[in-house]
């Protein structure tokens, strides 16, 4: 039987450094792992108690740990800090993280499901999405403000911007035309864009 109880893993993007920790809180464990080393080596060692700080790749990593028949702890980062002694370093995080797990007070963030983490990838392109189309909103109103027009804001607007600018009767240079042409292109292209993701939020949330 292994003398190991629990395993605190630091996360990193090709590198994993692993300490584990044994049933009097010793340190007998500790190793630097590539990803393909490290789920080789979870898929052989007997179940134990896994701890990862809740970032960035953690809730994949417990997937797998838990696919593998082991207990998996996530940790908000601020929580383990308290932990972490002397000079910080990838392997003095990890027995941070090991320790961190076993307090009786500690918080926790449940693992997320496949499903969960694609939503979350779909939100966070369709917000970045919303931002560009902010942002070449802004860059038209400015760009038509160095010509002197004063374009209102708002989506309803930029749907006639062209109409508005002949009712002001101004001369608009062909140039300008053009270029503003190609912005409301690519304002339109992402209103699509975000439609897109909207629809694939839909179909996600219909499976659940």
């Not at 996360?11 to 994993?16: A, C, E, M, R, V």
């Not at 994949?60 to 910080?88: N, T």
């Not at 939100?123 to 909103?137: C, L, N, Q, S, W």
Request: positive net charge; proline residues 5%; hydrophobic residues 35%.
């Amino acid at each position: 039987m292994s003398t190991i109880k629990t395993i605190g893993i630091d996360l990193g993007k090709s590198t994993f450094h692993v300490v584990g920790h044994d049933f009097s809180g010793q340190q007998p464990y500790r190793h630097k792992f590539s990803r393909a080393k490290l789920l080789q080596f979870i898929s052989v060692h007997e179940p134990v108690l896994i701890a990862m700080e809740a970032c960035c790749g953690a809730h994949w990593l417990a997937r797998k740990c838990q696919e593998y028949g082991h207990r998996v702890k996530l940790i908000p980062p601020q929580y383990v800090k308290p932990y972490v002694k002397s000079h910080k370093n990838d392997f003095i995080d990890a027995d941070a993280i090991a320790e961190a797990v076993t307090r009786p007070r500690m918080r926790f963030v449940s693992p997320k499901t496949e499903q969960a983490q694609l939503g979350v990838v779909i939100r966070r392109i369709r917000t970045g999405y919303i931002r560009e189309r902010t942002a070449v909103m802004n860059r038209i109103g400015s760009i038509l403000t160095e010509f002197g027009f004063s374009f209102p804001r708002g989506h309803a607007n930029m749907k006639r911007l062209f109409q508005w600018l002949a009712d002001t009767g101004q001369q608009v240079p062909p140039l300008l035309i053009f270029e503003l042409r190609n912005q409301l292109d690519h304002y339109n292209e992402l209103n699509n864009k975000i439609k897109e993701q909207d629809q694939k939020l839909e179909t996600l949330n219909s499976g659940n």
